[in-house]
T-cell receptor
Framework: TQLLEQSPQFLSIQEGENLTVYCNSS?????LQWYRQEPGEGPVLLVT?????EVKKLKRLTFQFGDARKDSSLHITAAQPGDTGLYLC?????????FGKGTRLSVIA | GAGVSQTPSNKVTEKGKYVELRCDPI?????LYWYRQSLGQGPEFLIY????????DSGLPNDRFFAVRPEGSVSTLKIQRTERGDSAVYLC?????????????FGPGTRLTVL
C-alpha cells in the first residue's frame, strides 16, 4: 500500500478563478480515482484514470494522469461556489480503495 | 433511486459502551465496504464483504471492532468498549462486485462521537 500525498491541503478562492490540486505518490499507480465529498455526505466518484498521460474532462474539470502514473492533477476552470468540497484521490488496485487526505476547497461568491 | 443508506446518522455514546452501526447497500450489490474517516483525513479501509463472508478485514484496528453481513445484504459494524479515539465518521460503500473495476457507491456515513 502506497502513501498518497495531496496538495494543497486547503484552498480558498474567489468565484471565477482557476485552480489546480495535486495527488502524488512515490510508487506507480495501477489506476487512480478522484472523488468529491460534501459535508455530511459520502465521497462521489468524479473520474477514473488508467493510462499514463491520460486527460479526461468533465465540464469545467480537467483530470490529468502523469506519464509515469505516479501523479495526477485536477484543474477547475472558473470555479463556482458549488465546487466547494473535499477533493480526494484514491488508488484503485486491490479492492479496498486507498485514499489521500484530500484538498479542502472553498469557493467564495 | 435508492442509494446506500446508513443508520443512525449520528451516534453519541460514552466511553466503554457498545455501539452498532448499520449499512443498507444498493440492492443487488454483492460487495460491501466499511471505511472510517477521522477529522481532516481521507477514508481509511476497515473491512469488506463479498456476499456474506468477510473477504478482507485487515483494516480493523483491533478486536473491539467486528462486522457481520449474515444474509449478504445489510451489514452491521459493531464496536465494543468504545474509546474516545473511535470518534469518526464511519462510511459504508457497495459495488456490484469486488473487482476494482466496479464503482463503489458511498453512503452518507454515521458520525460517532465517544464522550
Amino acid at each position: 500500500t502506497q502513501l498518497l500525498e495531496q496538495s494543497p491541503q486547503f484552498l480558498s478562492i474567489q468565484e471565477g478563478e482557476n485552480l489546480t490540486v495535486y495527488c502524488n505518490s512515490s510508487s506507480v499507480f495501477s489506476s487512480l480515482q478522484w472523488y468529491r465529498q460534501e459535508p455530511g455526505e459520502g465521497p462521489v466518484l468524479l473520474v477514473t484514470v488508467v493510462t499514463g498521460g491520460e486527460v479526461k474532462k468533465l465540464k469545467r474539470l480537467t483530470f490529468q494522469f502523469g506519464d509515469a502514473r505516479k501523479d495526477s492533477s485536477l484543474h477547475i476552470t472558473a470555479a463556482q461556489p458549488g465546487d466547494t468540497g473535499l477533493y480526494l484521490c484514491a488508488e484503485v488496485g486491490d479492492t479496498p480503495l486507498v485514499f489521500g487526505k484530500g484538498t479542502r476547497l472553498s469557493v467564495i461568491a | 433511486g435508492a442509494g446506500v443508506s446508513q443508520t443512525p446518522s449520528n451516534k453519541v455514546t460514552e466511553k466503554g459502551k457498545y455501539v452498532e452501526l448499520r449499512c443498507d447497500p444498493i440492492s443487488g450489490h454483492t460487495a460491501l465496504y466499511w471505511y472510517r474517516q477521522s477529522l481532516g483525513q481521507g477514508p481509511e479501509f476497515l473491512i469488506y464483504f463479498q456476499g456474506t463472508g468477510a473477504a478482507d478485514d485487515s483494516g480493523l484496528p483491533n478486536d473491539r471492532f467486528f462486522a457481520v453481513r449474515p444474509e449478504g445484504s445489510v451489514s452491521t459494524l459493531k464496536i465494543q468498549r468504545t474509546e474516545r479515539g473511535d470518534s469518526a465518521v464511519y462510511l459504508c460503500a457497495s459495488s456490484l462486485s469486488s473487482s476494482g473495476s466496479y464503482e463503489q457507491f458511498f453512503g452518507p456515513g454515521t458520525r460517532l462521537t465517544v464522550l
